[in-house]
T-cell receptor, first 109, second 117 residues
Framework: KNEVEQSPQNLTAQEGEFITINCSYSVGISALHWLQQHPGGGIVSLFMLSSGKKKHGRLIATINIQEKHSSLHITASHPRDSAVYICAVRLVYGQNFVFGPGTRLSVLP | DAGVIQSPRHEVTEMGQEVTLRCKPISGHDYLFWYRQTMMRGLELLIYFNNNVPIDDSGMPEDRFSAKMPNASFSTLKIQPSEPRDSAVYFC???FGKGISRDTEAFFGQGTRLTVV
């Protein structure tokens, strides 16, 4: 069993739809990182959170430490949101990250 | 700051040749990570440094891979000799982890796409 799992693996949505991407993990963590990787390959940090909820523009990230689960929500989705979204957890000991397999999102106009 | 800078962006080399990837972390960051991304395995940690000292190199595939960080502003990842299965995108990332909250992001470079033929 992978330490970090994401669902769905692939997601296609129509422009304007509300999108949820889920991340679950099985190890003790100190923080969870949501990353975005565009088709060009660059990786951009979206959120780092260790509890509760964070919001930035149309993006919202939540984490439930007890349930070992995090969600990334995109409101009013747009074709430019099309990317791979990667969940990464920082282990309790050390500064390393363990990555999920990613969720490939396509938003159609 | 210009962010994490990696060079080259693309590298094509023949099997058996030595390859050196370079990374300049964000100034002031004390952690530097080397990751490899492939279609089959996704993102994997190769090695990371804290204050220029290697902390965890358990992800380095084999002796053909070596990494150095001679100072706080420069790191290299070397593959010698290279093999076709080393073809991947190699990312460098840096973060600041000294004595602050746990919410410390890692900032990634643009990656080096390595193709070994």
């Amino acid at each position: 069993k992978n330490e970090v799992e994401q669902s769905p693996q692939n997601l296609t949505a129509q422009e304007g739809e509300f999108i949820t991407i889920n991340c679950s993990y099985s190890v003790g963590i100190s923080a969870l990182h949501w990353l975005q990787q565009h088709p060009g390959g660059g990786i951009v940090s979206l959120f780092m959170l260790s509890s509760g909820k964070k919001k930035h523009g149309r993006l919202i990230a939540t984490i439930n430490i007890q349930e070992k689960h995090s969600s990334l929500h995109i409101t009013a989705s747009h074709p430019r949101d099309s990317a791979v979204y990667i969940c990464a957890v920082r282990l309790v000991y050390g500064q390393n990250f363990v990555f999920g397999p990613g969720t490939r999102l396509s938003v159609l106009p | 700051d210009a962010g994490v800078i990696q060079s080259p962006r693309h590298e094509v080399t023949e099997m058996g040749q030595e390859v050196t990837l370079r990374c300049k972390p964000i100034s002031g960051h004390d952690y530097l990570f080397w990751y490899r991304q492939t279609m089959m395995r996704g993102l994997e940690l190769l090695i990371y440094f804290n204050n220029n000292v290697p902390i965890d190199d358990s992800g380095m595939p084999e002796d053909r891979f070596s990494a150095k960080m001679p100072n706080a502003s420069f790191s290299t990842l070397k593959i010698q000799p290279s093999e076709p299965r080393d073809s991947a995108v190699y990312f460098c990332a840096s973060s600041f982890g000294k004595g602050i909250s746990r919410d410390t992001e890692a900032f990634f470079g643009q990656g080096t796409r390595l193709t070994v033929v």
